[in-house]
Structure formats: structure tokens, C-alpha cells
């Protein structure tokens, strides 16, 4: 099935403009299953319940309230917040232009692929800028109310947005405890180096699947066939503790495999 377009946008960088549609370049694949009532098995919904009356409340007899670090309540207004959304456009501005070895991976949220929208020309320009700078662009948009920062590079030929996280949502690795313990001997060092060795191989994402996904809809394919399924939950291996007879032990695996 072809890709739907779920925003238009115009890239402009300079006095250049780039009109554009975003498709998005991952799907949810999870399962979503609708909650039954246990006896008569007819579906039930959510509703807000007052907690002090066990009364069901409206939607539009609720409103917004931002709790404090103190624990008091700050009650905000729809017609507050919608004040204080950003303006609506279709513009995507590229602010600057960096190598793509500056942003590191934590940063990067959610990929969006770009095709034209009318003047192929133009887009096809943008491509060939893109590929002889070799350089990507940092750019931000609005879409749907919300504001976005944005890297502009190109996978395999084609324009994409990566839309990147803020910084407040980045934990520092200033955050973390430093490890204890006692450093690796020569031995175990030289057979981490081994195995790191042995299990070198290159990416290949086919073969890491939702295995979990699998596995479900495998039961719920053999439950509409009226089959009896008799599920064998996965057993994971315990660790070792001695870091050493681990080595040996993984080393071993990797031997009697290749």
C-alpha cells in the first residue's frame, strides 16, 4: 500500500523554498486490544470518575491542573493554554548547516521521509545540494500545534526530517553514579577481546524481530481457528556472577557454533 502524505510543508533556507509532503518513515505495529466486560464479554469503556463520589464526570466538566514539586495544584484555562501555542505555518526554515557527525543518537525522536509537492525541480535541487555539501540542515517547523527542531539530511537518495528531542529531555551522563568494583585481569580482558572478535557482523535488521508481537498474533490466529494452543513461555538463561567461567562459557558457545 502506498504512503499518504500527513503534512505539507515548505522548506526554505536563503530565498530558496522547497514546497514538500511529509510521510512518516515508521508505523506502530504494536498489538491494541479492546477491553471486554469478563462475564457477558461486551465491550466496556473508559470513563473519569469523581473518586470522592464515585460519579462519572463529563468531559467538558473537567479541567487542567499542573501539580507543583509541592504537591499543590495549578488550574490552567483551555483558553489559556490555546493562547500560548505556537502560530500556525507550513514553513520548515533551515536555520544553519552542520557535518552530520554533530548530532549523536540521543537526540534523534522520530524519522519523516520528503517528497515533492509540485516543482519536482526544486526538489530534486534540494537533493543535489544536500549530497554535494555533505553537510545536513538543522532546521524547525510547526505541525499540528506543536513546534518541532529537526535535522535535514538524506538515507538512500531521499530527503528525511529526524525530528530531535529538547534538551531537557537529554539525562546527562553527569547523572549517573560512576561503576565500582575491581578492574578486569589480563585473562578476562583477553578473552572479552576474543568474543567482542567473534561476534563481530554487520547490521542486518530483518532479522531482529518483535518476537513477542509474533508470538501473540500466532495465538490469536490459532484461536480463531477454534485450535487448542498450548503456550511454551521462553526461558532465559540465568547470568553467571564469576565473570570469568561467563568468558569461557560464551567463548565455548561461539566456538562449537562457527
Known amino acids: 500500500m ?44 473508559q470513563a473519569m470518575v469523581n473518586p470522592e463520589t464515585d460519579q462519572v464526570v463529563a468531559y467538558q466538566d473537567t479541567r487542567r491542573a ?16 490555546d493562547a500560548l501555542e505556537p502560530e500556525s505555518s507550513r514553513d520548515i526554515e533551515v536555520v544553519g548547516f552542520l ?9 534523534y525522536d522520530r524519522p519523516y521521509y520528503l517528497g515533492p509537492d509540485g516543482l519536482e525541480e526544486d526538489y530534486f535541487a534540494l537533493i543535489e545540494a544536500l549530497e554535494t555539501s555533505g553537510k545536513e540542515g538543522l532546521a ?13 539530511r538524506l538515507h538512500e537518495g531521499y530527503p528525511m526530517l529526524m525530528s530531535l528531542r529538547h534538551a531537557e529531555e537529554l ?9 565500582q568494583g575491581a578492574k578486569l585481569d589480563a585473562k578476562e580482558l583477553a578473552m572479552a577481546g576474543q568474543l567482542i572478535s567473534m561476534l563481530e557482523a554487520p547490521f542486518e535488521p530483518g ?12 495465538l490469536i490466529e490459532a484461536k480463531q481457528r477454534g485450535g487448542r494452543v498450548k503456550v511454551t513461555p521462553i526461558r532465559r538463561r540465568k547470568p ?7 568468558l569461557q562459557a560464551s567463548l565455548k558457545e561461539e566456538r562449537e557454533r562457527a
Do not use: C
Not at 18 to 33: C, G, M
Open 140 to 152: 524547525r517547523w510547526v505541525m499540528r500545534k506543536k513546534g518541532y527542531v529537526g535535522a535535514l
Open 2 to 45: 502506498a504512503a499518504r502524505a500527513m503534512w505539507k510543508g515548505i522548506i526554505r533556507f536563503g530565498d530558496a523554498q522547497v514546497p514538500v509532503k511529509l510521510y512518516s518513515a515508521v508505523r506502530d505495529r504494536n498489538i491494541h486490544f479492546r477491553l471486554l466486560h469478563g462475564k457477558d464479554r461486551s465491550p466496556v469503556r
Open 99 to 107: 557535518p552530520p557527525t554533530q548530532i549523536d543518537h540521543r537526540w
Open 66 to 81: 499542573y501539580v507543583t514539586d509541592e504537591g499543590s495544584m495549578v488550574v490552567l484555562d483551555k483558553g489559556e493554554l
Open 171 to 179: 539525562v546527562s551522563v553527569d547523572a549517573l553514579e560512576a561503576p
Open 240 to 246: 553467571s556472577d564469576d565473570l570469568s567461567k561467563a
Open 207 to 218: 532479522e531482529y524481530r518483535d518476537e513477542y508481537r509474533e508470538r501473540v498474533m500466532e
